[in-house]
């Protein structure tokens, strides 16, 4: 068995966030990565974003309580210029 991590340990960037529930947000903001970067109007109509086969996967409650996850709270480096 691999190392035990305590679920309501915090990890780095999160400010406060639990790791599952950190962990979470970091999806949803991969996930939001190609609209609010205007790449597409819809995150699962993106071919290059995995948002479609979790869709499809997991369970509506579970996609609907990920997408509500705010991701301000993480600290991620996003120095994306889209080439026009």
């Known amino acids: 068995m691999g190392p035990r991590i305590k679920s309501s340990g915090t990890i780095f960037g999160t400010q406060g966030y ?11 903001y991969v996930h939001q990565n190609a609209v609010r970067h205007r790449l597409s109007r819809v995150t699962n109509q993106y071919p ?4 479609r086969w979790f869709e499809g996967v997991a369970s509506p409650a579970m996609v609907e309580a990920i997408y509500q996850l705010k991701y301000d709270k993480l600290q991620v480096c996003d120095e ?5």
């Open 80 to 84: 994306f210029t889209p080439i026009v």
């Open 18 to 28: 639990p790791i599952k529930k950190s962990y979470f947000a970091r999806l949803n």
């Open 48 to 51: 290059w974003c995995s948002a």
